[in-house]
C-alpha cells in the first residue's frame, strides 16, 4: 500500500513539475538527477515541500511521510524503480484510468470486511452519473452552460474509497459544461475547494481521490479541497469510538471532523498551517441529497 502512495505521488510530481505559479520552480525526475544518474531521497522531499507550499496535501502530505521513515540507505534503488515505473505509467497514458489505480488499491486492502471496503467499477460510476446528471434535465434553476450555477452544486461521496463515484461526477459536470459552451478548466479550482466533498476512514483512499480528481487538470493550482480522512475507531484521548462519516448524522449543531487531510496553504517553522474544517448537520444532509 505504502509503495502504491509513493508511486502515485511520482506520477503526479511530473505532471506538476514546471507548472504554473508557485510550481514553476519544480524540477522534473531528470532535472534531479545527479552525476551518477540517481535521484536522492533528500532532492525528492525538497521538490514535495515546493509542492506542498502550493498545495496538493492529500497526495504529497502522505506521501512524504512514508518516504521520510525509509532508511536512506535503501532509498536508491526505491526511487529509481519509482522514477521508471511513473514515467512508463506516464508514457502509456495509464493513470488516467481509474480502474487501473482502484484496482491496484482494491487488491492491498488486507481488512476488506472489517471496513466493508467494496470497489465500485468505472462503467456502474458512469451510468449512476449520467442518470444523475441528464444532458436534457439540469437541476432546476440551473443551467449546464453557467460557470456560477455550477459551483452552486455541491456533490459528496461520505465513503468515497478510491474516489471513482466523485470522479465520474466531477468527469461528467465537466463534459456538460463544454457541451454547453464552458470551459471546465476555469472551474476547477472552485470544483476542488467547493463542489466536491468526499470523506473515507482510510488515509490512502482519500490520497487516490484526491489523486484522480486533480488529475483531470493537473497544472491548475486550487487553493483547498474537501477531501477528508475522517476519524474511526477508538481516538486518543477520548472515551467515545469515531464511526468515521456517520458520526455527521449526530444532533450536533457543528462537528469538528478531522485533523489530517485537509490542510492550508501558509507554512511556517512547524510546517503547514493546519485548516480545521467544520460541517454542520444542514450541510450534510444538503452533500447527502446532492449525492443522491
Given at each position: 500500500?505504502?509503495a502504491?502512495?509513493?508511486?502515485?505521488?511520482?506520477?503526479?510530481?511530473?505532471?506538476?513539475?514546471?507548472?504554473?505559479?508557485?510550481?514553476?520552480?519544480?524540477?522534473?525526475?531528470?532535472?534531479?538527477?545527479?552525476?551518477?544518474?540517481?535521484?536522492?531521497?533528500?532532492?525528492?522531499?525538497?521538490?514535495?515541500?515546493?509542492?506542498?507550499?502550493?498545495?496538493?496535501w492529500?497526495?504529497?502530505?502522505?506521501?512524504?511521510?512514508?518516504?521520510?521513515?525509509?532508511?536512506?540507505?535503501?532509498?536508491?534503488?526505491?526511487?529509481?524503480?519509482?522514477?521508471?515505473?511513473?514515467?512508463?505509467?506516464?508514457?502509456?497514458?495509464?493513470?488516467?484510468?481509474?480502474?487501473?489505480?482502484?484496482?491496484?488499491?482494491?487488491?492491498?486492502?488486507?481488512?476488506?470486511?472489517?471496513?466493508a471496503?467494496?470497489?465500485?467499477?468505472?462503467?456502474?460510476?458512469?451510468?449512476?452519473?449520467?442518470?444523475?446528471?441528464?444532458?436534457?434535465?439540469?437541476?432546476?434553476?440551473?443551467?449546464w452552460?453557467?460557470?456560477?450555477?455550477?459551483?452552486?452544486?455541491?456533490?459528496?461521496?461520505?465513503?468515497?474509497?478510491?474516489?471513482?463515484?466523485?470522479?465520474?461526477?466531477?468527469?461528467?459536470?465537466?463534459?456538460?459544461?463544454e457541451?454547453?459552451?464552458?470551459?471546465?478548466?476555469?472551474?476547477?479550482?472552485?470544483?476542488?475547494?467547493?463542489?466536491?466533498?468526499?470523506?473515507?476512514?482510510?488515509?490512502?483512499?482519500?490520497?487516490?481521490?484526491?489523486?484522480?480528481?486533480?488529475?483531470?487538470?493537473?497544472?491548475?493550482?486550487?487553493?483547498?479541497?474537501?477531501?477528508?480522512?475522517?476519524?474511526?475507531?477508538?481516538?486518543?484521548?477520548?472515551?467515545?469510538?469515531?464511526?468515521?462519516?456517520?458520526?455527521?448524522?449526530?444532533?450536533?449543531?457543528?462537528?469538528?471532523?478531522?485533523?489530517?487531510?485537509?490542510?492550508?496553504?501558509?507554512?511556517?517553522?512547524?510546517?503547514?498551517?493546519?485548516?480545521?474544517?467544520?460541517?454542520?448537520?444542514?450541510?450534510?444532509?444538503?452533500?447527502?441529497?446532492?449525492?443522491?
Amino acid at each position: 500500500m505504502a509503495a502504491t502512495i509513493l508511486a502515485n505521488a511520482f506520477v503526479f510530481h511530473e505532471t506538476l513539475a514546471h507548472g504554473p505559479g508557485g510550481l514553476g520552480s519544480v524540477k522534473t525526475w531528470e532535472e534531479l538527477r545527479n552525476g551518477a544518474g540517481n535521484v536522492s531521497k533528500a532532492a525528492t522531499l525538497t521538490e514535495w515541500r515546493k509542492i506542498l507550499e502550493v498545495n496538493y496535501w492529500p497526495i504529497f502530505d502522505i506521501a512524504r511521510r512514508i518516504l521520510q521513515v525509509i532508511p536512506t540507505s535503501h532509498t536508491a534503488a526505491l526511487i529509481a524503480r519509482l522514477i521508471a515505473t511513473a514515467e512508463k505509467l506516464l508514457e502509456n497514458r495509464l493513470m488516467r484510468s481509474h480502474d487501473l489505480t482502484g484496482a491496484v488499491f482494491q487488491r492491498l486492502i488486507v481488512d476488506r470486511k472489517f471496513l466493508a471496503a467494496y470497489y465500485t467499477t468505472p462503467s456502474s460510476a458512469a451510468l449512476l452519473a449520467a442518470l444523475a446528471l441528464p444532458d436534457s434535465r439540469p437541476f432546476p434553476g440551473l443551467s449546464w452552460g453557467t460557470d456560477s450555477d455550477l459551483r452552486a452544486l455541491r456533490i459528496g461521496d461520505f465513503a468515497c474509497g478510491t474516489g471513482t463515484l466523485l470522479s465520474s461526477a466531477y468527469q461528467r459536470l465537466g463534459q456538460l459544461h463544454e457541451l454547453h459552451g464552458g470551459d471546465a478548466e476555469q472551474l476547477h479550482p472552485t470544483m476542488m475547494s467547493s463542489v466536491l466533498l468526499g470523506c473515507d476512514v482510510l488515509p490512502a483512499a482519500a490520497h487516490l481521490t484526491a489523486s484522480m480528481l486533480s488529475g483531470a487538470h493537473p497544472t491548475v493550482k486550487y487553493d483547498g479541497s474537501r477531501i477528508l480522512t475522517v476519524p474511526f475507531g477508538r481516538q486518543p484521548g477520548m472515551r467515545d469510538v469515531a464511526l468515521g462519516s456517520l458520526d455527521l448524522l449526530e444532533q450536533q449543531g457543528e462537528l469538528d471532523m478531522l485533523e489530517m487531510t485537509t490542510r492550508a496553504t501558509g507554512v511556517g517553522a512547524t510546517g503547514a498551517r493546519q485548516e480545521r474544517t467544520w460541517v454542520s448537520r444542514r450541510f450534510a444532509q444538503v452533500e447527502c441529497e446532492a449525492n443522491w
